[in-house]
């Protein structure tokens, strides 16, 4: 049995999925792998970076039979010789913004790059800098002109200098503030909710026509887990959203208001942390729920066309703002009952007269439904 060397480890910014490179004497393979929370809910993904020993001829089914990361086979490779082990000094992992996917950078060059979408599916989908032939084990990752995920790992690289130079937040905050209060007045109170993490995010409080109201910033610095699968070609008017809660003061004092709407500091970490991606008709649990109900809905469509405004793009991304209303157990089973529950809860609430800002009101839906 070969001795198997862990040469490189960078868990993603909410520590859900852990990116590796591993190596023996045969063989060097990059990995994402779940943390404890998630081994149930997805796959190891991994990619095979390079042959230390001559490419064989066949598959090499052997080292497969024997749970042994295999060699590619000599017609799938560019280099056919022994390649020298990794340096594990001139590694660099960089996770994609959306925290599900991974590059792989060596001496400055990129290696590898596992796609954040290929942790939804079950085909195992992997790029390599090493391949030029598809195979089981991965794909050829050609270069930024022939390859989007090339492309995009670049993208990520320069992202992250960007941000971690520290310039890039401030002229988002004022951005979106400023388009907060040209609908809902100055914002009265700003409430930080990242915990001094990154990404920076927080919540503006506003009072206007009666009504509080807060929105969140930060969101949108990310795109959502899950949307580049599911959306395919229409993902970026999807995968980047900011949250908001609206509340009638008449129904409700100041300091309620501002418990009921610390949910918002928890939904907007929920895609990140759960691995999951939220959007119109999608409903959430919490505790902070007003009296009789029992979580919310999130629904663009609910509010009327004077809440309907257009946020700032991110990344050259429409940025979606969903509205969160308060949901009964009944409202909340029958929107997760069918893929179009949500759809068909907004519909409903429409059809009563109800809106984004909450006030009393009767259940739309029999617990029998």
Known sequence: MTQLYRIAEVTNQQ??????????????????????????QFAVRGCWLRNLLPAPAREDREAMEQGIPPLLSAEYCRTLEAEPMLDPAGLQIIWAP???????????????????????QNKQVSF??????????TAPLGSASTNDYYAEAEKHR??????????????????????????????????????????????SQHFHQGNWYFLTLGMSIRPLPWVDFLFEDLAPQHRR??????IDAEVMTEENAVQ????????????????????EGHTLESAVAPVGF????????????????????????????????????????????????????????????????????????????
């Open 15 to 40: 520590q859900t999925l852990i990116a590796q490179v591993e190596q023996d004497e045969r063989a060097a393979y990059f990995y994402i792998r779940p943390a404890e929370p998630f081994r149930t």
């Open 128 to 137: 390599s800098a090493g391949c030029i032939k598809e195979n089981r084990l």
């Open 294 to 369: 029992e979580g919310f809905l999130l629904s663009g469509e609910l509010s009327g066309a004077e809440a309907q405004f257009n946020l700032p793009k991110r990344e050259g991304e429409k940025v979606t703002l969903l509205w969160t209303t308060p949901v009964t157990t009944a409202e909340r089973e029958f929107a997760e009952a069918e893929e179009s529950g949500g759809n068909q809860l907004v519909e409903r609430l429409r059809q009563t007269g109800a809106d984004h800002i909450f006030r009393p009101r009767q259940q739309v839906v029999d617990p029998q439904d």
């Open 98 to 120: 959306s925290d599900d996917g991974a590059a792989l950078w060596y001496q400055g060059q990129l290696l590898a790059v596992i796609p954040g979408w290929s942790l939804y």
């Open 241 to 246: 959203i900011e949250l908001a809660m609206a």
């Open 158 to 203: 320069h992202f992250w200098r960007d941000w971690h130079d520290g310039h890039l937040w401030e002229p988002m905050q004022r951005e979106l503030l400023k388009c907060y209060e040209s609908h809902y007045g100055e914002s009265l109170k700003y409430y930080s909710i990242d915990q001094g993490n990154w990404p920076p995010m927080a919540i």
């Open 260 to 279: 009921m709407a610390s949910a918002l500091a928890s939904f907007a970490h929920y895609p990140w942390a759960r691995i999951s991606w939220l959007g």
